[in-house]
DNA sequence: TTTCATGCAAATGATTTGCAGTGTT
DNA sequence: AACACTGCAAATCATTTGCATGAAA
């Protein structure tokens, strides 16, 4: 189970690459991290509204956190990215189509799925990207 | 190794689902076929000036032979969709980040890996998209 | 004070849509 | 003749940028 994040620990982590603390990425932090499941960059700013976060200004602290590893981007939507914070190690996402909750699971078998086959073909992979879709555990009681 | 596509084919699937056969689709169809790698849908317009494709119709037509099962849409870049010619079976894509190539593989264990994951997570998986980006065999040989 | 960050409004760029004319069946 | 398909131009919509102002270091 990967360990949930901390505002003030991603704040510093911030600081600590030279970024600067400032109210609006506060906002976003701590919003953001009260999340569960995924949002987009609309989504988020509309929320953000209270604190006078402009449209911009979302965007550009939803890539620093990308970029700093706190929230990952997601492809599921073909007009719009999602976002959904993630935990510190690899892994890999379950998308619930009826819910739209996103789990995150990391499996050592996958990895090393992944890896045998890319040495099968010589291919020398450095990153990988695995979304599931399908039904999740909960909406499969509902149903 | 998945079987190559063949314009006639793909032509006669459309009709065979009530679609039309047209010069811009006979046009797409066989532009596609002979590309190998990626695409995006602004690249394939302006290989399709000759023939006088509207944007427009570009899209549409993506749109279309995605769904067919033909292409498949990759969400490698943020901007923007790519295309790559799709062979029959369900498999993953290599992507090189030096050449741009993309390969497909399909590897069982790659497979059982995610369906183990998802049965031990209680997860109903429908589908799931696989994106290794790394250097392609050929690439490592030239550095 | 020196830089970095912000909000705003305008710009960009991919994708979509309305529509009247055209090609397929 | 019906009606799906097309090109065009205008419309959308997410994301980006230029810039003057305000806030952190």
Redesign the pocket.
Known sequence: MPRQRDGERVLRQL?ARG???????RAIVETILHKDGQF???QLHEELEP???????V???L?LLVELGVLNRLHTD????SYVVCADQHHHHLVCERCGTVQEVSDPRIERAVRAMAVDVGFRAREHRLEIVGICDQCQDVS
């Open positions: 600081s970024f600067r603390e400032t109210e609006a990425r987009t960059a609309r604190w006078d976060v402009g449209r911009a200004t965007f550009r602290t890539d073909e007009r719009c990215s």
